[in-house]
């Protein structure tokens, strides 16, 4: 999904793919395969991608 919004797969180490934008300074790291997601986690990582949940 990150990367339909223009993030790049920059490396994998385990289950941890990390993801960045070219227009952004974060590094946004996404657990996966994992069903289960903290809220927290997910709301830091909607505003650092700068998605708009509706």
Known sequence: MAESFGWQLVSVKGDHHNFKHPGSRFI????????????????????????EVR
């Open 28 to 51: 946004v790291t996404i657990v996966h395969p994992q069903k289960d997601v903290a809220v927290g986690r997910v709301v830091d990582t909607v505003k650092k991608i700068r998605l």
